[in-house]
């Protein structure tokens, strides 16, 4: 069954500073994608970036990449420069299937990252 | 601009009481999804829906109904049976495919007393 992990419940860090959010998930698939979102205080989730399980390198998206370990089967979220800004809520999600169907998302449990003056 | 549109944005009512959320898109997206959020945790799949007059259930389906009539509408309906129906609601929806991400409406919080 799917599932994701992320273990990290809270994270303090300096500004400026590069953080790493983890996230862990199962899948007896070998087609699924994984997806970051960022929710701020308002609620509103926010899509960050996608790594597919066949993507041979991994993603980047301006000042996030996504830290990719099949094998490990962990996809965590770096962060590089953090700002004010970047405190949020953070989410791993994962989508099983194919290219054709639209299957469910499930979400992790998400991360509380606060980042300090 | 294409987009989600949830309403409203706060909602109460009383114990007892069915209550229906909207959630209309503009996106052209087959696929719609609906989750509940409850404080300080993740989100959980309540429905989901592929394509128009069809849906699936989520991880916690009981005590809510869905109906997919129009490919832009998927309203749910927290019904009297749900035991804890206090939380925020997020509606999304997305292309077909695995690489699809899903786009977020700005959610309902509703509160029953």
């Known amino acids: 069954a799917q599932k994701i992990t992320q273990t990290q419940p809270g994270m303090f860090v300096q500004e400026k500073e590069a953080v790493t959010l983890d996230c862990t998930y199962d899948t007896s698939d070998q087609s699924y994608g994984l997806f970051w979102y960022k929710q701020p205080s ?21 000042r996030y990449s996504l830290n990719f370990q099949k094998a490990r089967k962990s996809a965590n979220l770096v962060i590089s420069a953090s700002q004010l800004g970047d405190s949020a809520m953070y989410f791993c999600a994962m989508r099983e299937g194919s290219h054709s169907s639209a299957s469910k998302i499930i979400f992790g449990s998400g991360t509380r990252l606060s980042i300090r003056p | ?33 609906w989750y509940r ?7 959980r799949l309540i429905y989901y829906s592929q394509i128009v007059n ?60």
């Open chain 2, 37 to 43: 959020q409850d404080p300080g945790q993740g989100l």
């Open chain 1, 42 to 62: 308002s609620g509103e989730m926010i899509f960050l970036i996608y790594q597919g399980s066949y993507d041979e390198q991994n993603a980047t998206e301006g």
């Open chain 2, 1 to 33: 601009d294409g987009g989600i549109t949830q309403s409203p944005k706060y909602l109460f009512r009383k114990e007892g009481q069915n209550v229906t959320l909207s959630c209309e898109q503009n996106l052209n997206h087959d696929a719609m999804y």
């Open chain 2, 54 to 113: 069809d849906f699936q259930k989520g991880d916690i389906a009981e005590g809510y109904s869905v109906s997919r009539e129009k490919k832009e509408s998927f309203p749910l309906t927290v019904t009297s049976a749900q035991k804890n129906p206090t939380a925020f609601y997020l509606c999304a929806s997305s292309l077909q495919g695995v690489k699809s991400p899903l786009h977020f409406g700005n959610g309902t919080r509703l509160t029953v007393t």
